[in-house]
């Protein structure tokens, strides 16, 4: 089941106007770049930017969808017109967390019906009922939780409620059996293959669809070229001691941690 979806201050945080109405959805940037992740990496895509996250991993990539939410609120028509200003097949929801807008499926059935390949990153704690052609969904591990050590604020005010919302099984087969599914895992280090062969096989149990090793993804730590120089070689090389696909992050290689990429 779907855990608590708040996004814990949102509406405050970006500063939702008296005019913004409840089907709009925050978002935090809209451009064209190459997917970096995943099975469909260097294809140009939109990418849709939401704003805000029910969870918060210390490593967080899109800090200001999360740790910090900016944005601007759009209606769903809004957002259509500015997707439709690029010349591009491929639209990818990603956010923060964008399936905990509500609004989000309203636009996932407004893409399809234009015609638009969607792919959606999420973590994978929601469970939605969305035409979605990939669903690349990010379960996290016990590495991902905002300890007071790693925690970007400093306080750990948010390790518990990570903890318990971060890898919900149940849902994840939803997604296996519900959409073309790729699971994208975060890895730090060799540590971490524990659990990833954990949930994978927790999931393989859940759900009433395959889960074949190439759609089981191994995606280095490290948001700069710099982190991800050290990461990057052990997790290939741990993908070809399990058997799983390596995904590079191309923009991370192509624009470092530019914003736009
Ligand atoms: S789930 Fe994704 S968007 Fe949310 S905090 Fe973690 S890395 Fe950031």
């Known amino acids: 089941m779907p855990v608590a979806s708040d996004t814990d201050g949102l509406a405050e945080a970006v500063g939702r106007s008296a005019e913004a109405s409840e089907g709009d959805l925050p978002i935090n940037e809209l451009f064209r770049s190459l997917q970096g992740e995943g099975r469909l990496a260097g294809v140009p895509s939109v990418f849709v930017r939401t704003s805000g996250c029910n969870l918060r991993c210390w490593f967080c990539d899109s800090y200001h969808t999360s740790w910090e939410p900016t944005g601007d609120w759009y209606s769903v028509d809004d957002v259509l017109a500015a997707v439709d200003e690029y010349d591009a097949d491929h639209v990818v929801l990603t956010g923060g967390e964008p399936?905990?807008?509500d609004a989000s499926v309203a636009l996932l059935e407004a893409l399809a019906d234009r015609g638009y390949h969607t792919t959606v990153?999420?973590?994978?704690?929601?469970?939605?009922?969305?035409p979605i052609d990939l669903a690349s969904v990010s379960p996290k591990l016990e590495s991902s939780t905002p300890t007071a050590e790693r925690d970007p604020k400093g306080d750990g005010e948010w390790a518990d409620r990570h903890e318990a919302r971060r890898l919900d099984v149940d849902v994840l087969a939803e997604f296996v059996e519900r959409y073309d599914t790729q699971l994208k895992f975060v890895v730090t280090?060799?540590?971490?293959?524990?659990?990833?062969?954990?949930?994978?096989?927790?999931?393989?149990?859940?759900?009433?669809?395959?889960?074949?090793?190439?759609?089981?993804?191994?995606?280095?730590?490290?948001?700069t070229r710099e982190q991800l120089t050290e990461t990057r070689r052990v997790v290939a090389d741990l993908a070809l001691e399990y058997g799983y696909r390596y995904t590079p992050r191309l923009h991370v290689d192509l624009w470092n941690d530019a914003p736009g990429t």
């Open 189 to 223: 280090g060799p540590d971490d293959m524990g659990e990833i062969e954990d949930a994978v096989a927790r999931v393989r149990d859940a759900a009433d669809a395959p889960v074949p090793d190439d759609s089981v993804l191994l995606m280095p730590e490290g948001q």
């Open 99 to 101: 399936l905990v807008h």
């Open 121 to 130: 990153e999420t973590n994978g704690t929601i469970a939605v009922d969305a």
